[in-house]
């Protein structure tokens, strides 16, 4: 008989007719006459009641049925007596694909901890919480090229082998073939990479930024969706070595289009989220983040504050002056500790913030630079640059975007200034040499958003098979 899904086994109003299900036993029970199976396939957070006659089947028959197991269950559709559910099956065949061993099945018990589900993440997407996560994820990429498509945006593929370190931050994997044990060195003692597989150095790329911009210089409005990966050693709940970005660049837009693009975009994707996936989100919200949906839909309702970096320090500094204690200090041109994001965003504003006009130094080559220092205290500050990074609750920094320098000569300035390899740079600078224009985009870290949709706390939980210093399982 032909396999119905249970999302649509839960919804189907076909009584009294056969139908046959297949998943993943999630429990047994009942006594000497009667057995209940709840039965889950992953289609939804929601599991099936299967209702077995003792009469009809022997407890041997039964025994194989283990939380755990594999069947495929053929019975009669009824309205459910008991609460909970609408309908149930009366089983009338049973076929067992795979049995699980109780005393070795390690999903046995509930509430087992985040931190024992991470050294068994090849069975955790059988667990709702996690079952809940992987869905909503689907929903999310799904959201992402349905807001970009929608907008006239095209999908444009970048390398993720690469010779260039867009960031410039040094945290790089390498790509090689050379033989680790016998590697050939110049005279000056580097590594020659003359006979490695590329001819040269080359490694994981860190953000398909510089390429997009290619792409944007010629299609217009462009989007990438892929993997990145980052060396930083920082073993955080924020942070992964292996991470999807989405980078969308955009020809002929300024700051402040760059900034309703960022803010119109996650409200899209949030919306989808409680448009699509509120039997995950409400499972979510009971178990995991009892504020998760109210913080989802003043998400979606609330306008985004946009305030300078200097602006920003500023009221850091006076919090501190009112007796307000942070672990770092607060210094104009210093990076902003996540401690002072939170503040900003959840005690001052109690809302997302997108951040503006940082310091040139704590900022990437790119960056558009200002023609105006600001001014802090009555004090002139140093140059800025138009990034515009979106702070949000609990997550601090979701995306880091910025406006683009356009013009060749402050570029190479940077470049130079930097020590950014020249001739690794050749065909990026072509696109301030021929046909320049203004242009903005950003990156959001697709995991960190996954982290405020579902109200997880480690993004090593909202991704399959999370890849951190010293773990690279599975
Ligand atoms: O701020 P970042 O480094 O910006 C860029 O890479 C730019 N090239 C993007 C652009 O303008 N096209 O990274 C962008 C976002 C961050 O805001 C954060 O959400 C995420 O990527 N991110 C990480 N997510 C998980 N683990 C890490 N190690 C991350 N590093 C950055
Ligand atoms: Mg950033």
Same mark, same amino acid.
Request: charged share 25%; hydrophobic share 40%; glycine share 8%.
């Given at each position: ?25 999630? *429990? ?40 755990? *197991? ?28 795979? *049995? ?106 860190? *953000? ?7 792409? &944007?210089? &010629? ?202 390899? /020249?001739?690794? /740079? ?29 109200? /997880? ?18």
């Amino acid at each position: 008989m032909q396999r119905t899904v249970i999302i649509d086994a839960l919804k189907s109003t076909a009584f009294n007719e056969p139908i046959n299900v297949r998943g993943w036993v999630r *429990s047994r029970r009942g006594n000497k006459q009667v057995n209940f199976i709840a039965l889950n396939d992953g289609s939804t957070i929601k599991n099936i009641q299967i209702v077995v006659d003792l009469n009809k089947f022997s407890e041997d028959t039964l025994k194989p049925v283990t939380t755990g *197991s594999c069947i495929s269950a053929t019975g009669i559709l009824v309205p459910s007596q008991g609460a909970g559910q609408a309908v149930e099956i009366q089983l009338t065949d049973l076929e067992i694909y795979g *049995s699980a061993d109780p005393d070795q099945y390690p999903l046995q018990k509930k509430g087992l901890s985040m931190e024992y589900l991470r050294t068994i993440a090849h069975l955790r997407p059988r667990t709702n919480t996690f079952g809940a996560v992987f869905r909503i994820r689907h929903n999310m990429a799904i959201a992402i090229h349905t807001y970009f498509h929608q907008h006239g945006y095209f999908y444009f593929h970048t390398p993720l082998i690469t010779a260039s370190d867009c960031e410039g931050a040094g945290q790089m994997f390498q790509v090689t073939t050379k033989n680790l044990y016998n590697l050939k060195k110049g005279e000056d003692g580097k590594i020659d990479y003359s006979d490695d597989f590329f001819g040269k150095q080359t490694s994981l790329t860190v *953000s398909g930024q510089l390429e997009g911009e290619l792409a &944007a210089m &010629a299609l217009g409005k462009i989007y990438t969706f892929g993997p990145t990966f980052r060396a930083e050693n920082s073993n955080t709940p924020r942070h992964l070595a292996e991470f999807w970005m989405i980078e969308p660049e955009v020809a002929f837009i300024q700051k402040d289009e760059l900034m309703d693009l960022e803010e119109d975009f996650i409200k899209f994707c949030v919306r989808w989220a409680l448009d699509n996936c509120m039997d995950d989100l409400e499972f979510l919200n009971q178990f995991v983040d009892k504020g998760l949906i109210e913080r989802l839909r003043s998400v979606v309702d609330t306008e985004f504050v946009r305030l300078t970096y200097t602006e920003g320090v500023q009221i850091l500094q006076e919090a501190v002056r009112n007796g307000k204690k942070f672990e770092f200090p607060c210094n104009w041109g210093d990076d902003l500790a996540s401690e002072h994001e939170r503040y900003l965003v959840e005690e001052h504003f109690g809302k997302p913030v997108i951040m503006t006009d940082y310091p040139k130094e704590i900022k990437a080559f790119y960056m558009k630079i200002n023609d105006q220092k600001p001014v802090l205290n009555g004090q002139e500050m140093d140059e800025t640059v138009q990034g515009t990074d979106v702070l949000f609750p609990q997550i601090g920094e979701i995306i880091g975007g910025s406006v683009r320098e356009e013009s060749m000569d402050k570029l190479m300035g940077e470049i130079t200034r930097r020590n950014i390899p /020249m001739k690794d /740079m050749w065909w990026y600078l072509d696109t301030r040499r021929f046909g320049a224009a203004p242009h903005a985009g950003f990156g959001l870290g697709f995991e960190r958003l996954m982290l405020f949709v579902t109200g /997880m706390q480690n993004i090593r939980d909202v991704i399959p098979f999370p890849r951190t210093p010293k773990t690279a399982e599975f």
